[in-house]
């Protein structure tokens, strides 16, 4: 009878281990210079961090990642986990040179990923700006049809850009 009591005993706590997910903590560090507002994966309260701000969470089996996530502006943060912390800090710009070889001022979007957006991009001048992108999808508006091609040049850390 010992014996039967002792068996049910363990498998009942082996049973109620299993529904348990361990929490852990989790510190969030906002080392950028923007204001971050974020909810967690598999959560539903809205957190905001100030630059600057930390803040630990305890979170069921570590971070899965976020929700959603708002960064204004929206392009210019990035986040990075190791271990049990995640870090937001600053994208650094890119120098973006612009040559349009149309006879008129031509408008260019990145959509979201400039500095100054919408940049008008006069003819035949070199148009400056700053980008926080290395794979943008420029959209230019203009009467006629037009192509855009770019490459980016890692040791100058300048993306160049044509417009015909």
Known sequence: MRKLFSLIAAVGLTLSACGSTPYEEVELDNQSSYTVSFVLLFDSIS???EPGQTMSVDISGG???FKSLSITPK??????????TVTFTDIEPITLEVLSLFGENVTLRTGGY???EPMTVKPSKDNHNRIYTKTPTFSVSYTYPSTVNFRYDAGRNTMYVTIH
């Open 75 to 84: 392009s210019w943060v990035e986040y990075k986990q190791e271990g049990n």
């Open 63 to 65: 971070f899965h990642g």
């Open 47 to 49: 957190e905001t961090l």
């Open 114 to 116: 400039m500095e100054i």
